[in-house]
């Protein structure tokens, strides 16, 4: 009886020990200090930030240990702004990402224009179109607060097509603070669309000046990096998932670091791997950083059509996106197919006190598990929202000074627990 109780002492110390064995600290801060660092220019398209991170990252991968490390090339169209990024309000001169921003489709933008506002509060389309059409309004900017037109969804579709409008840009205020996204930056518009804060956009302006340098590119070539560990079965696998692309650049002064979006998924799978690679797991284990997340999961959604490992021989799948925060309630996002994973995961955590809480949510597009867990395979979205971090969520000051790292650690124990249950 006492040797079968030593013994199960051990095997727990081993587990135990097997967990803790799987955080790199060290490591996982150095690679997301370097992943949202100038160098790599937000990991965007305008610099060629993003083909430097892929290079970096599979360098990493290399020194992790892992058996092979591959590129998957896909293309994407893309809009960028590597240039000027100027927009100046009756002489005085806005901050981009601060104090402006743009939508992601604008096309570029120069020159010096009248400024209308609409009178929102006593709202007219006719009496809008009649003063659109007045001499001294005629390529107007059209300014007005940012949730307006989701109530003039039909007047405003008129108003962004400059032959019959006339207008020359739309000006949006918004209240703090200022996002960018790459979403829909897979074409451009006619009219460009600006984003300003309230404060900085009186009632009294009468004009802005503008110079917005932009590029498209079309088919720009760039990579998901796949790394593999070789497991003791080859019947199936375990995958782990992150972005490594993120915004870029705002002109050529102004980038998105990203270091929670989403340098710290990344790092926390280059740890996985090597982790995996000196402790051989029990079924082949992949690591996909993907490049396009940002830009509407187009290097998940092109894996997904062209897998390197048939989608039926998925065991499990996580995603890892924004775990630098402190919130102690951790984001639960499960597949459909991998819901069975939730008791499990709860259990784990209870037992091992990871985090305060496991938040279920529901399925959302809005990472890189979606074109998956549509497809069938059991997968899980993991995410902390709400910490002291996040309120930078795609803002310049997404930085490594304003990162947590209380999520890594407990998030990579319950990982490699759960894996362990497998």
Same mark, same amino acid.
């Given at each position: 009886m006492k040797a079968k109780s030593l013994f199960i002492l051990l095997a727990l110390l081993g587990a135990t020990t097997t967990h803790l064995q799987a955080q790199d600290l060290p490591r996982f801060k150095r690679i997301m200090r370097q992943l949202s660092s100038k160098r790599f220019q937000g990991r965007g398209y305008a610099l060629e930030g993003v083909r430097k991170a892929s290079d970096y990252i599979i360098k990493e991968f290399r020194k992790a240990g892992v058996d092979s490390v591959m590129y998957q090339p896909f293309t994407l169209d893309?809009?960028?702004?590597?240039?000027?990024?100027?927009?100046?309000?009756?002489?005085?001169?806005?901050?981009?990402?601060? &104090?402006?921003?743009?939508?992601?489709?604008?096309?570029?933008? /120069? @020159?010096?224009? !009248?400024?209308?506002?609409?009178? #929102?509060?006593?709202?007219?389309?006719?009496?809008?179109?009649?003063?659109l059409s007045l001499p001294q309004n005629r390529g107007a900017a059209v300014v007005c607060d940012c949730w307006f037109p989701y109530r003039h969804r039909s007047d405003f579709t008129w108003l962004q097509n400059r032959d019959s409008s006339g207008i020359s840009a739309l000006i949006y205020t918004w209240n703090e603070p200022l996002k960018f996204y790459k979403a829909y930056g897979d074409h451009v518009v006619e009219i460009p669309t600006f984003w300003t804060l309230a404060s900085v956009m009186s009632p009294q302006a009468k004009t802005i000046s503008t110079r917005v340098d932009q590029r498209f590119y079309k088919d720009y070539a760039t990579d998901n990096?796949?790394?593999?560990?070789?497991?003791?079965?080859?019947?199936?696998?375990?995958?782990?998932?992150?972005?490594? &692309?993120?915004?870029?650049?705002?002109?050529?002064?102004?980038? /998105? @670091?990203?270091? !929670?979006?989403?340098?710290?998924? #990344?790092?926390?799978?280059?740890?996985?791997?090597?982790?995996?690679?000196?402790?051989?797991?029990?079924?082949?284990?992949?690591?996909?950083?993907?490049?396009?997340?940002?830009?509407?999961?187009?290097?998940?959604?092109?894996?997904?059509?062209?897998?390197?490992?048939?989608?039926?021989?998925?065991?499990?799948?996580?995603?890892i996106d924004m775990i630098?925060?402190?919130?102690?309630?951790?984001?639960?996002?499960?597949?459909?197919?991998?819901?069975?994973?939730?008791?499990?995961?709860?259990?784990?955590?209870?037992?091992?006190?990871?985090f305060k809480d496991l938040k279920r949510a529901a399925l959302e597009e809005k990472s890189d598990h979606y074109p998956f867990a549509v497809r069938g395979v059991p997968c899980i979205f993991f995410e902390n929202e709400n910490g002291d971090a996040f309120p930078f969520y795609h803002m310049p000051q997404d930085t490594y000074k304003n990162v947590r790292f209380d999520t890594y650690a407990p998030l990579l124990r319950l990982i490699t627990a759960f894996v362990q249950t497998l």
């Amino acid at each position: 009886m006492k040797a079968k109780s030593l013994f199960i002492l051990l095997a727990l110390l081993g587990a135990t020990t097997t967990h803790l064995q799987a955080q790199d600290l060290p490591r996982f801060k150095r690679i997301m200090r370097q992943l949202s660092s100038k160098r790599f220019q937000g990991r965007g398209y305008a610099l060629e930030g993003v083909r430097k991170a892929s290079d970096y990252i599979i360098k990493e991968f290399r020194k992790a240990g892992v058996d092979s490390v591959m590129y998957q090339p896909f293309t994407l169209d893309i809009n960028t702004f590597p240039g000027r990024m100027e927009l100046t309000i009756d002489g005085h001169r806005l901050k981009p990402g601060r &104090d402006f921003t743009v939508r992601e489709y604008n096309p570029a933008a /120069y @020159g010096q224009y !009248n400024l209308y506002h609409v009178d #929102t509060l006593n709202y007219d389309f006719q009496r809008l179109r009649h003063d659109l059409s007045l001499p001294q309004n005629r390529g107007a900017a059209v300014v007005c607060d940012c949730w307006f037109p989701y109530r003039h969804r039909s007047d405003f579709t008129w108003l962004q097509n400059r032959d019959s409008s006339g207008i020359s840009a739309l000006i949006y205020t918004w209240n703090e603070p200022l996002k960018f996204y790459k979403a829909y930056g897979d074409h451009v518009v006619e009219i460009p669309t600006f984003w300003t804060l309230a404060s900085v956009m009186s009632p009294q302006a009468k004009t802005i000046s503008t110079r917005v340098d932009q590029r498209f590119y079309k088919d720009y070539a760039t990579d998901n990096v796949i790394a593999k560990v070789e497991g003791e079965r080859h019947d199936s696998c375990i995958i782990f998932t992150a972005h490594y &692309d993120h915004l870029g650049n705002l002109g050529k002064k102004v980038f /998105y @670091g990203g270091a !929670n979006d989403n340098a710290s998924g #990344t790092a926390a799978i280059i740890t996985l791997a090597k982790h995996y690679a000196r402790h051989r797991p029990k079924f082949d284990t992949y690591f996909i950083a993907f490049s396009g997340e940002d830009a509407y999961l187009r290097g998940s959604r092109w894996y997904v059509d062209h897998p390197i490992v048939p989608l039926t021989r998925v065991r499990y799948l996580f995603n890892i996106d924004m775990i630098g925060d402190n919130n102690p309630i951790l984001h639960c996002e499960p597949s459909d197919a991998g819901d069975w994973a939730m008791p499990v995961l709860e259990r784990l955590n209870g037992e091992g006190r990871f985090f305060k809480d496991l938040k279920r949510a529901a399925l959302e597009e809005k990472s890189d598990h979606y074109p998956f867990a549509v497809r069938g395979v059991p997968c899980i979205f993991f995410e902390n929202e709400n910490g002291d971090a996040f309120p930078f969520y795609h803002m310049p000051q997404d930085t490594y000074k304003n990162v947590r790292f209380d999520t890594y650690a407990p998030l990579l124990r319950l990982i490699t627990a759960f894996v362990q249950t497998l």
